[in-house]
């Protein structure tokens, strides 16, 4: 079976014309819009796809460019894009042509992908071929209804990580074992799932139903199932019941997913997808399943069990280890400290640094102040501070110079005197004798002048020295190893080589009683931070936090969010309007101590929004997910 709505009329090489475009107007409307699109997070990418497409058009010719449309995700992408193009490449030439597509039929095929394909040939007046004989036999078939000389272009929506991908460029030669030579072209080579959805979502382009009941990628209706990673953990799961004949064995629930766009880690967008051994994805529970674990298990923020729960008494949970360095933390504070932030000199940048780091490792910062260079109003917010939360970080106004007073109003703070540390003077008269020695062997060198005669170190100069000064009950923190020393480059290499490193010793951080001073240059605050964070602070439960970015503005949302809140007590939520941002509206936030009890706010949330209101969902990754995922 094979059938075309072609024109006709026959192009001179005996292929035929391609089919006017019905729907010429629209596209071509439709291919300004996306060439004018200032959504940063996506233009770029339609751009180049565009650009790829049009130079397909313009070596090939509209009769010899056609592409594939199965009705999954990618090819609605592609078949939106090449309409746009054809219909600017028939506004510049004064002719009219529109996109040839192929269908190769599967008789494994979903009912609703079938129809997707019929809704969206009709009303995009879609130039469609279909082949029941195979993709290789029908691809053949069809390459040669354009002549056996013909060079032909066939347009794909092969994504980088797609299993069939390889190492294949934009423009990729067809594989050597093709009976007959084309071009493959995939502009979306390097759009990720996150654009996919972004795009059709965007422009409110329609998609097949299946992928709001969960399914994220479709193959056969026999090795397809929803995603896992989508299913909704409800709190009285209804009975699992087996469906088909039993040759397929193909479970199926009752249970309810999320739409394909709430996907947040899209390197499970193939979860759903089984082979036909298995029968099943490998992460693929029924309803029950998840009952049976979640009844007597304790669960983290992703989902995984982390302690059985005995139902007897007594029954003891383990802990993750401690060091023994480590400061139990719940709550903390920062105080950055500098009259240069407060008349406006200088911007800050630390506060987002502080945040990022403690939510990476579950802290919660609770409470932000700023105040000048003043050591009473520095000594008091320090003490107050200081007895309020766990630990508190400052940041600034430590060192030499005159309005260095943060040491003093530490001190004054904790009822403490100034005096000179011994270990802090020790390492910073190891410091200065390092730094003279290599400025002494770089004197040696630069002279060519061979010199075995040791020169004397000169004294540390007193502003260096003044640094040994501190608060009485001061703690010094080196860092273990191999963050005890850090590696810096060393002028420039000879001709134009790399120059060389110097291993110095890492400078130790300050703790003052529950206080961590740093300095407040962001550089160095930063690399404090990290340091901290990793070695002196013990690591909480990391909640679990979810981004919706939405098309709509924020005082549409009012009350759907109030309900939400008072229905969800456990999620904190926020929303933030972007005024007169390309790309979006308003993001709203969801964070709790638990993925269910985040599922449960967003989907709250997303339901009670119209449907064209939520552009994608996106979970914030932290440093713990982020090293997990490589």
């Not at 709190?235 to 064995?249: L, N």
């Not at 009844?295 to 069990?305: I, K, L, R």
């Not at 990476?360 to 932000?368: A, N, Q, R, S």
């Not at 000879?494 to 490193?501: M, N």
């Amino acid at each position: 079976m094979s059938t075309a709505a072609t024109s006709k009329a026959d192009t001179r090489d005996g292929s035929p014309l391609p089919r006017e475009f019905s729907n010429y107007t629209d596209s071509l409307q439709f291919y300004h819009a996306l060439r004018s699109c200032k959504d940063q997070y996506i233009s770029s990418h339609l751009n180049k796809a565009l650009d790829s497409l049009s130079d397909a058009l313009r070596l090939y010719g509209p009769n010899h460019v056609f592409s594939s449309y199965n009705g999954g995700k990618d090819a609605d992408v592609i078949m939106h894009l090449l309409r746009a193009v054809f219909a600017k490449y028939s506004d510049e030439r004064g002719v009219n042509v529109s996109p040839e597509m192929v269908y190769f039929y599967n008789p494994d095929e979903f009912e609703e992908v079938t129809e997707h394909i019929e809704r969206s040939k009709t009303l995009y007046n879609l130039n469609i071929t279909t082949y029941d004989n195979g993709i290789v036999e029908g691809l053949k078939q069809h390459l040669l209804l354009r002549g056996n000389n013909a060079h032909c272009a066939f347009v794909l929506g092969t994504r980088k990580g797609d299993p069939n991908c390889g190492e294949q460029e934009v423009f990729a030669p067809a594989s050597a074992w093709m009976p007959i030579p084309f071009m493959r072209v995939n502009p979306i080579l390097h759009w990720e799932y996150g654009h996919v959805w972004h795009f059709l979502r965007t422009f409110n382009l329609s998609y097949c139903s299946l992928y709001d009941q969960g399914y994220t990628s479709l193959g056969k209706k026999s090795q397809t199932f929803p995603n896992p990673a989508l299913q909704r953990k409800n709190p009285v799961p209804p009975v699992a019941k087996v469906v088909d004949d039993a040759s397929i064995a193909r479970t199926t629930t009752s249970a309810e997913y999320w739409p394909a766009y709430m996907l947040s880690d899209w390197t499970l967008e193939r979860s759903g997808r089984a082979s036909s051994v298995s029968l099943k994805p490998k992460n693929f529970k029924s309803e029950e399943e998840l009952a049976r674990e979640q009844e007597g298990s304790q669960v983290d923020s992703e989902g995984n069990v982390l302690v059985h729960v005995c139902s007897t008494a007594g029954a003891a949970s383990s802990a993750s280890p401690k060091t023994p360095s480590s400061v139990p933390t719940q709550t903390a504070a920062l105080l950055i400290i500098g009259d240069e932030i407060l008349n406006g000199f200088t911007s800050d940048s630390n506060l987002q640094v502080t945040s990022k780091a403690l939510a990476d490792i579950g802290i919660p910062l609770k409470k932000v102040s700023i105040v000048s260079d003043d050591v009473d109003d520095i000594a008091q917010e320090v003490q107050r501070l200081s007895q309020r939360y766990d630990i508190v970080f400052t940041s600034g106004g430590i060192g030499p110079t005159h309005d260095d007073v943060t040491l003093k109003a530490i001190a004054k703070a904790l009822r403490q005197d100034i005096r000179l540390n011994a270990e802090m003077l020790q390492h910073l008269e190891t410091v200065h004798i390092e730094q003279q020695r290599r400025k002494q062997l770089d004197a040696v060198s630069a002279s060519s002048i061979s010199n075995n005669e040791e020169h004397p170190i000169p004294p540390m100069e007193d502003s260096m020295r003044r640094l040994a000064f501190l608060p009485e009950q001061s703690q010094l923190r080196f860092p273990p190893s191999p963050d005890d020393y850090y590696l810096v480059s060393q002028g420039t290499g000879a001709h134009g080589d790399q120059p060389p490193l110097l291993r110095n010793k890492t400078w130790p951080i300050l703790q003052c009683d529950n206080i961590f001073v740093l300095p407040g240059v962001p550089q160095f605050y930063a690399a404090k931070v990290a340091l901290i964070t990793k070695h002196f602070l013990s690591r909480q439960s990391v909640h679990e936090r979810w981004k919706i970015i939405l098309d709509v503005e924020e005082r549409g949302l009012v009350t759907h969010l109030d309900a939400v809140v008072a229905a969800h007590p456990k999620a904190k939520i926020g929303s933030y309007p972007y005024v007169e941002h390309p790309e979006f509206k308003t993001i709203i936030t969801v964070e709790a101590p638990q993925a269910a009890q985040v599922e449960a706010a967003v989907q709250a949330v997303v339901e009670a929004l119209p449907r064209h209101a939520v552009l994608r969902v996106e979970r914030v990754a932290t440093s713990s997910t982020a090293d997990a995922s490589k």
